[in-house]
Nanobody
Framework: QVQLVDSGGGVVQAGGSLKLSCAAS????????IGWFRQAPGKERECVAA????????YYADSVRGRFTISRDNAKNTVYLQMNSLKPEDTAVYYC??????????????????WGQGTQVTVSS
């Protein structure tokens, strides 16, 4: 079992930055893929970034590539999402999620077994 706690959301003006954190307990991330998803009102949940914990391979959605950076801290068993140059369209509830053991990155929601509670990010224009 993995328990995830995501945090770091808030209200920021367009062009600003936020850093989200996803801390795991109960089990290590070890052979898992960790993803950051977001869901805006009336829209489907989408994967914006993911990282394969063991070797650090990353994925970014086109909409955030070059602005967001996913990273990990092995010692803290924590994954981060640094969000720069934020836009109003980035406004959403952001969730971190973890898969079971797997060797490839996935963006499919059904592959993610464990979810954080979500943290609200609001970008004002």
């Amino acid at each position: 079992q993995v328990q995830l706690v995501d945090s770091g959301g808030g209200v920021v003006q367009a062009g600003g930055s936020l850093k989200l954190s996803c801390a795991a307990s109960g089990s290590t991330f070890s052979s898992r893929v960790i993803g950051w998803f977001r869901q805006a009102p009336g829209k489907e949940r989408e994967c914006v970034a993911a990282i394969r914990w063991r070797i650090g391979t990353t994925y970014y959605a086109d909409s955030v590539r070059g602005r967001f950076t996913i990273s990990r801290d092995n010692a803290k068993n924590t994954v981060y999402l640094q969000m720069n140059s934020l836009k109003p369209e980035d406004t959403a509830v952001y969730y971190c999620a973890a898969t079971g053991a797997r060797f490839t990155i996935t963006t499919l929601i059904r592959e993610y077994t464990y979810w954080g509670q979500g943290t609200q990010v609001t970008v004002s224009s």
